[in-house]
């Protein structure tokens, strides 16, 4: 008995010697920034807004490729070099979506988000031609304008009040725009934000940042008896029989439409719903997808139009150009309902939106996990198993890639100047957004509604931004700035 027990440990010892040891010795050749032998880089990262300056720092000094230690978990590698991120982005055969990803799944289910490999290629084929159907696109600008327009009346309200943060109602608004071309539903976020619908995906989204932060909520067996597991399995039900009762609803109706066959699709459900009649989705692909959708565009879109909006009040002369073009454009400012076409003339708006996207790209990192080992040259293998990190955020803030990264300069999206995969807030790859289009046609839509109503200023008294990385990027003390009537036409 002694002996067998001796026997078993000294196994579980060999295991894990050779899970670590495996790892360590070919990611000898890799830099990593001192840390305790212990607690690895733990104590580096006790101030959450601090993380993203100190990784980006250690990029920089280190170079595009930084093993970081988090005990208990494995140790992991940090890129942001380009030519790296290259190879990692367009490979499925060595990389998958990370671990944490699954966090998602109770929610999200197989959506495009959370999908492994085969099912992900599969259902990426049949949705990429819906999110660039034209007259889908279309049909969203005219849903982006109405919700912009009680958007504004929000924002009326807080006029001359010095200091707003200004990213809650961005965030109802998005949602807003979300439901309604993801499922033809009216929540009212932006007037209700009480209600039971937005509650739940909010609470869904605050219970998965808390899985990742708290190291015991990560196995499944304990989770289980957390307080998160009862409130999500609370907010899934709610979620799951919200979808239900549209589709019963939408199958009633379209009874009544069945002699026109050619009914127009006017929101994603309508498109899934077609692929489900072709037996190419199951109902629960098409519920999966419905909540990746929502998921994926809501936050990540709602964080893009804050910044681009705090980026703009603290520059008056780049408003000021923003202003010019889009009386270029309409001839005045009060303009209402833009067309998709004028969306698509604001290219001005555009590279100012990628020049916030670049200093907050809205998903500061995302995870991968590689399953086959993937060499790299000069004897730096990536092995089989590894946790790595896509940095984003530290990719934007390399001067390497972009000289003086600290500074709005929309500028330097002129041309034809920036190198493959260094600016990556869609990601890049087969596995890149899928939103891109959507999500720049409501940013644009959004912004330009905002600054031809508001002429925007930094908050007073004067605030420093504290960006925290959540699920998306975040600023601790909100993303303030203030409003004033714009008068001028
Ligand atoms: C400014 C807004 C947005 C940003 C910055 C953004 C960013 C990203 C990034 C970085 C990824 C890759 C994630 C990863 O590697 O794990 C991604 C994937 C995805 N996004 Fe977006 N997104 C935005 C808006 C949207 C919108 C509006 C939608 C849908 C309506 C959407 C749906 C998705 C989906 C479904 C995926 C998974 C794609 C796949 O794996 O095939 N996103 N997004």
Same mark, same amino acid.
């Given at each position: 008995?002694? $002996?067998?027990?001796?026997?078993?440990?000294?196994?579980?010892?060999?295991?894990?010697? +050779?899970?670590?040891?495996?790892?360590?010795?070919?990611?000898?050749?890799?830099?990593?920034?001192?840390?305790?032998?212990?607690?690895?880089?733990?104590?580096?990262?006790?101030?959450?807004?601090?993380?993203?300056?100190?990784?980006?720092?250690?990029?920089?000094?280190?170079?595009?490729?930084?093993?970081?230690?988090?005990?208990? *978990?494995?140790?992991?590698?940090?890129?942001?070099?380009?030519?790296?991120?290259?190879?990692?982005?367009?490979?499925?055969?060595?990389?998958?979506?990370?671990?944490?990803?699954?966090?998602?799944?109770?929610?999200?289910?197989?959506?495009?988000?959370?999908?492994?490999?085969?099912?992900?290629?599969?259902?990426?084929?049949?949705?990429?031609?819906?999110?660039?159907?034209?007259?889908?696109?279309?049909?969203?600008?005219?849903?982006?304008?109405?919700?912009?327009?009680?958007?504004?009346?929000?924002?009326?309200?807080?006029?001359?009040?010095?200091?707003?943060?200004?990213?809650?109602?961005?965030?109802?608004?998005?949602?807003?725009?979300?439901?309604?071309?993801?499922?033809?539903?009216?929540?009212?976020?932006?007037?209700?934000?009480?209600?039971?619908?937005?509650?739940?995906?909010?609470?869904?989204?605050?219970?998965?940042?808390?899985?990742?932060?708290?190291?015991?909520?990560?196995?499944?067996?304990? +989770?289980?008896?957390?307080?998160?597991? /009862?409130?999500?399995?609370?907010?899934?039900?709610?979620?799951?029989?919200?979808?239900?009762?549209?589709?019963?609803?939408?199958?009633?109706?379209?009874?009544?439409?069945?002699?026109?066959?050619?009914?127009?699709?006017?929101?994603?459900?309508?498109?899934?719903?077609?692929?489900?009649?072709?037996?190419?989705? *199951?109902?629960?692909?098409?519920?999966?997808?419905?909540?990746?959708?929502?998921?994926?565009?809501?936050?990540?879109?709602? *964080?893009?139009?804050?910044? *681009?909006?705090?980026?703009?009040? /603290?520059?008056?002369?780049?408003?000021?150009?923003?202003?010019?073009?889009?009386?270029?454009?309409?001839?005045?400012?009060?303009? &209402?309902?833009?067309?998709?076409?004028? $969306?698509?003339?604001?290219?001005?708006?555009?590279?100012?939106?990628?020049?916030?996207?670049?200093?907050?790209?809205?998903?500061?990192?995302?995870?991968?996990?590689?399953?086959?080992?993937?060499? $790299?040259? &000069?004897?730096?293998?990536?092995?089989?198993?590894?946790?790595?990190?896509?940095?984003?955020?530290?990719?934007?803030?390399? !001067?390497?890639?972009?000289?003086?990264?600290?500074?709005?300069?929309?500028?330097?999206?002129?041309?034809?100047?920036?190198?493959?995969?260094?600016?990556?807030?869609?990601?890049?790859?087969?596995?890149?957004?899928?939103?891109?289009?959507?999500?720049?046609?409501?940013?644009?839509?959004?912004?330009?509604?905002?600054?031809?109503?508001?002429? $925007?200023?930094?908050?007073? !008294?004067?605030?420093?931004?504290?960006?925290?990385?959540?699920?998306?990027?975040?600023?601790?003390?909100?993303?303030?700035?203030?409003?004033?009537?714009?008068?001028?036409?």
């Amino acid at each position: 008995m002694f $002996l067998a027990g001796i026997i078993l440990l000294a196994t579980i010892s060999a295991i894990l010697c +050779y899970i670590i040891f495996r790892n360590n010795t070919h990611l000898i050749n890799i830099p990593k920034p001192p840390c305790s032998i212990l607690l690895g880089h733990i104590l580096h990262f006790k101030d959450s807004t601090k993380i993203l300056q100190i990784l980006t720092n250690y990029t920089i000094q280190y170079g595009g490729l930084l093993r970081i230690y988090m005990p208990p *978990t494995k140790p992991s590698v940090l890129i942001t070099d380009s030519e790296v991120l290259q190879v990692l982005l367009t490979s499925n055969k060595e990389v998958a979506k990370a671990k944490d990803y699954n966090f998602c799944k109770p929610w999200m289910g197989s959506g495009l988000l959370t999908s492994e490999v085969d099912k992900w290629k599969c259902h990426r084929r049949i949705l990429t031609p819906c999110f660039g159907r034209l007259s889908l696109l279309k049909n969203f600008t005219d849903v982006f304008d109405s919700f912009g327009n009680i958007l504004i009346q929000k924002l009326g309200a807080k006029v001359n009040n010095k200091d707003i943060d200004i990213f809650p109602l961005i965030k109802m608004y998005s949602l807003d725009v979300l439901f309604e071309t993801s499922m033809g539903l009216s929540v009212n976020a932006q007037e209700d934000i009480e209600g039971e619908y937005v509650k739940s995906l909010e609470r869904m989204c605050e219970i998965v940042v808390n899985r990742l932060k708290t190291p015991y909520k990560r196995f499944n067996f304990i +989770y289980r008896f957390t307080e998160d597991y /009862r409130k999500q399995t609370e907010a899934i039900k709610i979620i799951d029989s919200f979808f239900y009762n549209i589709i019963k609803t939408k199958r009633q109706s379209d009874g009544t439409k069945k002699s026109n066959q050619n009914v127009l699709e006017t929101t994603f459900l309508d498109l899934l719903l077609k692929i489900y009649e072709d037996d190419e989705f *199951t109902m629960t692909d098409v519920k999966d997808e419905v909540n990746t959708f929502l998921f994926g565009g809501h936050d990540t879109t709602a *964080t893009g139009i804050a910044f *681009t909006l705090y980026a703009l009040a /603290r520059h008056p002369k780049i408003q000021e150009k923003v202003i010019e073009e889009q009386l270029h454009i309409f001839g005045k400012l009060n303009k &209402n309902s833009p067309s998709y076409e004028d $969306l698509q003339n604001m290219k001005y708006l555009e590279i100012v939106i990628y020049e916030a996207l670049r200093l907050y790209p809205p998903i500061p990192i995302t995870g991968r996990r590689i399953i086959n080992d993937v060499h $790299l040259g &000069n004897g730096v293998i990536l092995p089989k198993n590894l946790n790595v990190c896509l940095f984003i955020y530290g990719c934007h803030h390399n !001067p390497k890639y972009f000289p003086e990264p600290e500074k709005f300069k929309p500028e330097r999206f002129e041309g034809n100047n920036i190198l493959p995969y260094t600016f990556l807030p869609f990601s890049s790859g087969p596995r890149n957004c899928i939103g891109k289009k959507f999500a720049i046609l409501q940013m644009k839509s959004c912004i330009s509604k905002i600054v031809r109503n508001f002429d $925007l200023q930094p908050s007073d !008294p004067e605030y420093i931004l504290e960006l925290v990385p959540r699920m998306t990027l975040a600023a601790r003390n909100g993303i303030r700035l203030s409003i004033k009537k714009r008068t001028s036409d």
